[in-house]
């Protein structure tokens, strides 16, 4: 296939740089991809997609650009205080206002942190380390952190800004409850700073955006794309058959069974490169009995011979070969390659082993196996639902008879968060670039600033201790080394069972220009069309 896979060629073919250029007429481009957004509000959901989808409407201080490089957004200008080291001082754009016109200062950006440090947000590890936010002036801003934070601006790249006057006035101040099921005006409105208004939205149906006229941008990013049609299409034929039809002329997820499809096809294109994340799964190793298994009393996950046991049970080549159609990457740990932390003695495949693994299951007094549910989203990951279905087939030739419960992402990720399944599947991605990110969010013990999709309710207190430190230590090398001892940790205690590393398949009619994104956020102002 002709997969575009140079891609500092791709970069300058696709003109992704912010040069000047206009468009002389309304440019219309439709997306599709298997999932839709979770939620408008930009701080109650920490998911790809709808950091995604948001990023079109709203922007935060600082974010990253198609190649992944941190640029000005709402600041102009970061560095850590001269006369303080525990604060970070941002000069914020002006002259910038909201989708309804309203002027955009430092009052929406203290505003909009301190929401986000509230119980329901699902960016506070993003801030646990914050002690204070606060105005410098109208157009300063200043983030105050408990001890040094050489990395704070990393952790801001999805923290979106919201007005604080339209919040107030839609009752809109507190992040919405998603896994508790509320809903809120800001769950389906938005009035942001960004290329692109919202004109409609039926969640799960299709979205409309429209450009924004009085973007700060224009002049600065291409912005030929001055309407975008967002349509969620979960079924992968239905999807592969809109593009090939024409019916849309994007997609972020081509099912790699169709690849060869799209790509022979004159009018289109595929593009492809490694994403910024892993596909694992989790289990629930701190509970003294599980809910969803058939053993009484005990829970098997607890003994760490059966997570070994299910670790080399599962044949990530077979995977890659068989349901990936090689478009993957077996992984070893669950970090991807681009995160600071990344070794590749870490990233060791484990081997498949089923005799070992039965020894280890007959030794842990498993020798009869268990029964256990696994839930598995089936519109969120790549082949996500065929993975778990391989992977149940893996786990019955050492005794562990699973039950598989796939559903969509919006009624599976709340079982996460909300300790309600004891096994199952969840990718992450790195927006920081850095394994304190993944330390904070899913191995730190849960609770009000940590570990808010720590579903395997494992507790170390010595290692959290560690974690937090991380977030005020300047001494970069003495920092790398304390990122890899929590890694030892988490190695050796078989927290997580990493199946790959997720390989990004755009598919776009030939008229669309690009390049992916290592965190699979297309973000449309940088787009050309022939």
């Known amino acids: 296939m002709k997969l575009a896979k140079t891609f500092a060629a791709a970069a300058l073919a696709a003109g992704v740089s912010a040069v000047a250029i206009t468009s002389a007429s309304a440019e219309t481009l439709r997306w599709a991809r298997a999932g839709d957004s979770l939620t408008l509000d930009p701080h109650a959901q920490n998911e790809g997609p709808t950091s995604a989808l948001a990023h079109q409407i709203m922007e935060p201080l600082v974010m990253r650009d198609m190649t992944g490089k941190i640029v000005p957004a709402l600041a102009t200008e970061w560095a850590p205080s001269m006369d303080d080291p525990n604060v970070w001082s941002f000069k914020l754009r002006e002259g910038v206002t909201f989708h309804d016109g309203a002027e955009f200062d430092s009052d929406d950006v203290v505003f909009s942190f301190n929401r986000a440090m509230t119980p329901d947000s699902d960016y506070k590890e993003l801030l646990a380390s914050v002690k204070e936010v606060r105005a410098n002036g109208k157009y300063g801003f200043e983030i105050v952190t408990n001890g040094p934070n050489p990395i704070m601006p990393n952790n801001l790249t999805n923290l979106f800004i919201m007005d604080k006057d339209w919040s107030e006035a839609n009752n809109a101040v507190k992040v919405q409850d998603f896994e508790g099921g509320e809903d809120t005006f800001a769950a389906k409105n938005a009035n942001g700073t960004g290329p692109y208004k919202l004109v409609s939205r039926e969640p799960d149906v299709k979205t409309v955006l429209a450009i924004n006229d009085n973007y700060w941008g224009k002049g600065e990013f291409p912005m030929q794309v001055t309407e ?49 994340r892993v596909i694992f799964f989790g289990m629930n190793m701190g509970d003294d009995d599980l809910v969803n298994d058939n053993v009484e009393g005990k829970n098997p996950f607890a003994d760490k011979r059966v997570r070994q046991a299910a670790l080399s049970a599962l044949n990530r080549d077979a995977i890659k070969q068989v349901v990936m159609r090689d478009q993957s990457i077996p992984a070893g740990v669950i970090m991807p390659p681009f995160v600071n932390g990344w070794t590749e003695a870490l990233d060791a495949v484990p081997a498949n082993d089923i005799d070992g693994a039965k020894a280890l299951m007959a030794e842990a007094g498993y020798g009869d196996g268990f029964a256990i549910t696994l839930n598995c989203p089936n519109d969120r990951y790549i082949n996500d639902e065929a993975i778990c279905q391989a992977a149940v087939g893996m786990l019955a030739q050492i005794g562990i008879d699973v039950r598989l419960d796939a559903k969509p992402k919006a009624q599976h990720f709340p079982l996460i968060n909300t300790l309600e399944t004891d096994f199952y599947m969840l990718g992450w991605g790195v927006p920081t670039y850095d394994s304190e990110y993944i330390f904070n969010f899913l191995v730190h013990t849960k609770g009000e600033k940590y570990g808010s999709w720590n579903g395997t309710r494992y507790s170390n207190p010595d290692l959290d201790v560690k974690i937090e430190a991380l977030a005020s230590e300047t001494n970069l090398d003495k920092r790398n080394d304390m990122i890899a001892e929590i890694w030892g940790v988490v190695q050796d205690e078989i927290l997580y069972l990493p199946i790959h590393h997720q390989v990004l398949n755009w598919g776009m009619a030939n008229k669309v220009n690009t390049i992916v994104a290592p965190d699979d956020a297309a973000k449309f102002k940088y787009f050309t069309l022939n």
């Open 228 to 276: 975008v049609i967002y349509t969620p299409i979960q079924n992968a034929a239905t999807r592969v058959a809109a593009l090939l039809s024409g019916e849309v002329d994007f997609i972020q997820d081509v099912p790699v069974q169709d690849l060869g499809r799209v790509d022979e096809d004159a009018n289109l294109k595929v593009i492809t490169a490694p994403q910024n």
